[in-house]
């Protein structure tokens, strides 16, 4: 206990080193005449560059049943653009040491690049062919339908931990676009054709949909002229960003129980509709859940791990897209302590809204947060990766650094009025479990409704009427 | 992330599957190392710091030489469980104040135990930096083993073993192909344990191992970020120095023989996707020949240009994903290279394909092309590894533990541009041959299960 009260005593400190200490960098920033929004940032500590290139709309353009559209044409531009063919185009990128990858996510597509110095004009170019010069060949297009399919397969085989948000999402958001699978799922990717993909391309990427985003050891003032060159007449996508509406909070706990009979845990996520990326209560909300499942001393940590031994971690977290997206809760526990460890998180939940946070809580949630900031803004990748982000959600550099002010800002009153507001009642959680559903199947149904499905199903939730 | 994201325990083998080649390559300078200042204190202790003021935060790594390898049957798993009981309580501090002091003044910390070592990391801001080591030291010298929390934190790791092996098909494969392929050496012991050692561990074994091996003499400790070398050099001689020296621990002498023909092991399981991997012995992480076997094992199987990558998942279809692996340790540890087959598809055939990969490596050797990539994959690797302080901390004790010394990290570029395409040939006729190796195939019980419906066929 002494050496606690020399930690709070040492507190200010810290504070103090955390607010002053984290200023985003200068960026130079500029719209092409097709609408491209460029960003530059210089920073020479190693001979990197990285490149984020943010591409508006995302899984959101996928046809409805064909969801994965959007990620395997993230897969195939890079199998083959200008004059490079797939195998030459992986060539070009390996044989120099750069790294470059493309995914999609539910409300954008991307590149991410990182070359060493001597090779940004082959980045540029790789990038630039990647996304205005794909070659969509239809025998590559059929690979990558297949392996995108096998891979899901594959996943089944693994580590559960890695489907939870998979079935996660499509369970809480079910008939709503964030229910829809941004990779797709067996079943959908196998209704995707070649068409559909130029489709999608022709609609919904396109110069004035981009956000281009270069960190690192390089000069700004021949990089603009040079983006400008490579990206600033492309044509405009065809179509209009897709929006989206907020989706409705769930009431009661629909539960959905995914059968994978050799499992020795049952793996669970228990969640309800959250916050977006620019609610205002969003810093009240990282200061609550640092405290209630963001850190390994976090209230559910500490009752399923630390105290009882049931698990190996348990956590919460939110993830917000522009509408307001999920906050849930993950956790597993041996398939005999099934009921035990959901109960114990659920009793959690109801603690944290009887007794929101003390004052010490408060203090040490808003030092962990500070604490632990500058790391994640340290390399050219997360610089490029978050000026992106500030650019997607019309956010400036504020966001940053005021970052400090507004984690201090926090007191009693936001903290209540967060807890109230954003986080879900026990008695309004969706369920999904996936376990060895013969052992648990009855004793899960005191939640409430019990849905079944296979972990072989080719869905990640049940085929809707 | 619902993974242990902060858990405390890593283990070598988790590690071992995500990661591609540790490659570093043409030795550059270095912005900042000339800077790098170290101390070895009179108790034996060496402190390695490199004052680096990017960010307001420092990453302290203290690496101990312990893990699964100084192990024995009884006891398997007991380095990895130990990792955990160092974050539950001493003589001053209750279980659990550790991380609630820690977390409470801004730092994390997580650690991960190996075959070979155990690692202690924490990140804080440079603010706080004599309560680290106040907290760091004071497990090091006053640890306490509370009966209820080595019965808790058995359920603990209990639960990571079910997730990251009962649970995960190719933690099954590997865990059983790496007790197959050694017969003598303590590689063979899983570094999360056995099941029934999990069970089994008593509070006087871990009193043993603290003794044993948790002494200033057999850690090293990298401190990297916003810090004044003198400054911390005074905590260490506040905090550290009268941490009594131990007797050295009990060396692992124990070779494993040769290898005089090829094993082969099945598991079976449940599975859509079967997995075939392949384990050869080669060096220690010290040796040049382990240098070759990276670059070796990343022209075969490191990224989408790589031979296995297009032979297998490209031209043939015969594998979802294909991966190599080093096993870098202080004896001689293990190549591999796995694959995931696709659902139904011929185990025997995408082993056969693999074999040709081989065979024509050791037949043609690599192409210069080849070569050069790989150079400057090293290279490019080498300076990912320092954008952040966290990756100096890992980069310096890589080299101090392993290599002997950390400045050889800052040769690892050259050496790697030193290796030619003639050693690579020779490496995969020797060290690659059908007698050196151990095959493991994981299959569905009995008939291998149908394609997934709605599949893309």
Redo the contacts between chains.
């Keep these: 206990m002494r ?2 009260a ?3 005593a ?2 200010p ?2 504070l ?3 607010a002053e ?2 200023k985003f960098p200068a960026y130079k920033s500029a719209t092409l005449p097709n609408g491209a929004v460029v960003a530059l940032i210089e920073k020479r ?4 560059v990285a490149m984020n290139v943010t591409v508006r709309g995302g899984g959101l353009g996928d046809p409805t049943g064909r969801e994965g559209t959007a990620s395997l044409f993230t897969d195939l531009i ?1 199998k083959g653009a200008g004059n490079r063919n ?2 030459q185009f ?2 070009a ?7 470059l990858t493309a995914g999609a996510g539910t409300e954008s597509l991307g590149v991410n690049a ?3 110095s001597r090779d940004v004009d082959l980045m540029l170019e790789l990038v630039a062919d990647a996304l205005q010069r794909p070659r969509l060949d239809a025998a590559e297009f ?2 990558a ?7 899901i ?2 996943a ?7 489907l ?1 948000s998979s079935y996660g999402d499509a369970w809480l958001f079910r008939g709503h676009p964030y229910g829809r699978s941004v990779g797709g ?3 959908s ?2 209704m995707v054709k070649l068409d559909d993909i130029k489709r999608y391309y022709a609609e919904h990427v396109g110069g004035d949909r981009l956000i281009i985003t270069v960190v690192g050891d390089f000069d700004a003032a021949t990089m603009l002229p040079q983006l400008e060159r490579s990206f600033g007449s492309w044509r405009k996508a065809g179509a209009a960003v897709p929006t989206v509406t907020a989706p409705a909070r769930v009431t009661g706990r629909p539960v959905l129980l995914v059968d ?6 049952t793996y669970f996520w228990l969640g309800n509709v959250g916050a977006s990326r620019t609610d205002p209560a969003r810093t009240a909300q990282s200061v609550v859940n640092t405290v209630f499942g963001g ?3 976090s209230m559910l940590n ?1 009752e399923l ?9 348990a ?1 919460s ?1 939110f993830s917000r897209p522009s509408q307001p997206g999920s906050f849930h809760i ?5 398939t005999s302590k099934t009921v035990q460890a959901i109960d114990m998180a659920l009793d959690t939940l109801a603690r944290l809204h009887k007794d929101g946070l003390d004052a ?1 809580q408060l ?2 949630s808003q ?2 947060i ?3 900031f ?2 994640t803004i ?3 990748g997360q610089i490029a990766a978050r000026l992106a982000d500030m650019l997607f959600y019309g956010l400036g550099p504020e966001d940053v650094n005021e970052y400090a002010q507004r984690v201090l800002k926090v007191d009693a009153a936001a903290v209540r009025s967060t807890i109230d507001q954003s986080f879900p009642q026990p008695d309004d959680v969706v369920l999904v479990l996936i376990g060895d559903a013969a052992k648990i199947r009855d004793a899960v149904k005191k939640y409430g409704p019990v849905t079944e499905m296979k972990i ?1 199903d ?1 869905r990640f939730a049940p085929a809707t009427k | 992330m619902l993974a242990g994201a902060w858990s405390a325990a890593g283990l070598a083998l988790a590690m071992a599957l995500t990661l591609g080649a540790v490659a570093q390559a043409a030795s550059p300078e270095v912005p900042g190392a000339s800077q790098i200042v170290t101390r070895t204190l009179p108790n034996g202790m060496k402190l390695v710091v490199w004052p680096d003021k990017d960010i307001p935060n420092v990453a302290m790594y203290t690496w101990y030489r312990v893990g699964s390898r100084n192990e024995r049957p009884g006891i398997t798993g007991i380095s990895h469980f130990f990792e955990h009981m160092m974050f539950n309580g001493t003589k001053t501090r209750a279980p659990g104040e550790f991380d609630r002091v820690m977390e409470g003044n801004g730092g994390a910390n997580n650690a991960y135990t190996s075959s070979d070592v155990t690692v202690y990391q924490n990140w804080f801001p440079s603010s706080v930096t004599g309560l680290i080591f106040d907290l760091e030291s004071d497990r090091m010298r006053n640890l306490d083993f509370d009966a209820g929390k080595v019965e808790s934190e058995r359920g603990v790791v209990y639960s990571e073993r079910r997730s990251s092996i009962d649970n995960d098909n190719f933690g099954t494969l590997i865990e059983q192909m790496q007790a197959t392929a050694f017969v003598a050496h303590p590689y063979q012991i899983p570094t999360i344990g056995w099941p029934s050692d999990i069970e089994g561990w008593k509070v006087t074994d871990l009193q043993d191992y603290y003794r044993q091996y948790y002494a200033p003499n057999n850690a090293v400790m990298f401190i990297v970020g916003d810090v004044d070398p003198a400054a911390v050099f005074k905590l260490a001689d506040q905090y550290l120095a009268g941490i009594p020296a131990q007797p050295a621990p009990p060396a692992v002498t124990t070779k494993e023989p040769p290898q005089l023909g090829e094993r082969r092991i099945r598991i079976e399981r449940d599975a859509q996707t079967p997995l075939i991997a392949m384990a050869w012995h080669t060096a220690a992480a010290s040796a040049r020949e382990a240098r070759v076997m990276e670059v070796l094992l990343s022209i075969l199987g490191d990224g989408d240009s790589s031979r296995l990558y297009q032979r297998l998942v490209e031209k043939e279809q015969a594998a979802v994903d294909v991966g190599t692996q080093f096993d870098a340790g202080f004896d001689p540890g293990l190549a591999w290279v796995y694959a995931v087959v696709p659902p139904g598809g011929d185990v025997t055939r995408t082993e056969k394909l693999i074999d040709e990969e081989i065979a024509r490596l050791a037949k043609d050797g690599p192409t210069a092309t080849e070569i050069t990539k790989a150079r400057n994959q090293a290279l490019a690797g080498f300076w990912r590894g320092l954008e952040t302080i966290s990756g100096k901390a890992q980069a310096l004790g890589q080299y101090e533990v392993f290599h002997g010394d950390y400045r050889k990290l800052f040769d690892a570029p050259s050496e790697y541009e030193s290796i030619t395409a003639d050693e690579v040939k020779a490496a995969a006729a020797t060290v690659l041959r059908p007698e050196n190796r151990t095959v493991g195939v994981l299959e569905a019980k009995a008939e291998p299960k149908a394609p997934a419906k709605g599949g893309a066929k």
């Design positions: 050496s606690l020399l930690a709070f040492l507190l400190m810290a103090a080193v955390g200490g984290v500590d190693t001979p990197l890079q797939a195998a992986a060539e990128i390996e044989n120099v040491g750069g790294s990182s070359f060493m059929e690979k339908r297949t392996l995108a399919v096998q891979s397969v594959a089944k085989d693994a580590d559960p931990r890695a939870m799922s067996e079943a990717l196998a994978k009979p050799d499992a020795t845990q850190r390994f001393t500490t791990r630390i105290k009882s031994g049931l698990t190996y971690g956590s977290s993950g956790s597993y526990a041996e010490d203090k040490s030092s962990y500070l604490g632990q500058p790391p340290e390399t050219n072989t080719p």
